[in-house]
């Protein structure tokens, strides 16, 4: 049961435009997200995060924006730029759980186009 | 210091070999986690320590074996491993596992071979 999913495996858009990333989470336990760009052959890399108090949070580029009726996060990445191009997984925790483990989805993979 | 390094990068290892890979950080965490990653398949939780001591083993078969010799260091032990173990390992730290805002900080993996 995948209680994380990333529908979208691919996502294409030209430089300069907005990119936007999707989440679903199915546990409403879930009470902490996490967004994380991984390049290949590299670990993942944080890049922004959420609580379930807040339902938008922004970083420069990077805002996520969490509707928790919906059990939906998306990620906004404005504007786009090709170094941007890479893998990009969603993640959960439960702070109830105090076990620091993460569920991640599947990943979608990012292409920024010149 | 703000990095988790791993060594080695890169592992080739015969099934009958044992070898160990090796996690540091220098930021002062005290949770430490061991992955696995496949190709083109999110990050698997493999274990957990929390002050040292194992918290968290996701049923992960015994020839492999964690360590965490102190707050900084974190080893996976690895023994008679299986072809398909092959995989890109990731070492990552957190703060500790108890609160929110306890972003995990990863390495850049051991991309393992099993031959």
């Known amino acids: 049961d995948q209680q994380v999913k990333q529908n979208s495996p691919s996502l294409s858009v030209q430089e300069g435009r907005i990119s936007i990333l999707n989440c679903d989470y199915t546990?409403?336990?879930?009470?902490?997200f996490l967004w994380y760009k991984k390049y290949p052959a590299e670990g993942p890399t944080f890049l922004i995060s959420?609580?379930?108090?807040?339902d938008k949070n922004e970083d420069g580029r990077f805002t996520v924006f969490l509707n928790k009726s919906a059990k939906h996060l998306s990620l906004h990445i404005v504007p786009s730029q090709p170094g941007d191009s890479a893998v990009y997984f969603c993640a959960a925790s439960a702070f109830a759980s105090n076990t620091g483990k993460l569920i991640f989805g599947q990943g979608t993979t990012l292409q920024v186009k010149p | 210091d703000t990095e988790v390094t791993q060594t080695p990068k890169h592992l080739v290892m015969g099934m009958t070999n044992k070898k160990s890979l090796k996690c540091e950080q220098h930021m002062g965490h005290r949770a430490m986690y061991w992955y696995k990653q496949k190709a083109k398949k999110p990050p698997e939780l493999m274990f957990v320590y929390s002050y040292e001591k194992l918290s968290i083993n996701e049923s992960v078969p015994s020839r492999f074996s964690p360590e965490c010799p102190n707050s900084s260091l974190l080893n996976l032990h690895l023994h008679a491993l299986q072809p398909e173990d092959s995989a890109l390992y990731l070492c990552?730290?957190?703060?500790?596992?108890?609160?929110?805002?306890?972003?995990?900080?990863f390495g850049p993996g051991t991309r393992l071979t099993v031959l």
């Open positions: 959420i609580s379930s108090i807040k």
């Open positions: 546990n409403s336990m879930f009470d902490y």
């Open positions: 990552a730290s957190s703060l500790h596992t108890g609160t929110n805002y306890n972003e995990q900080f």
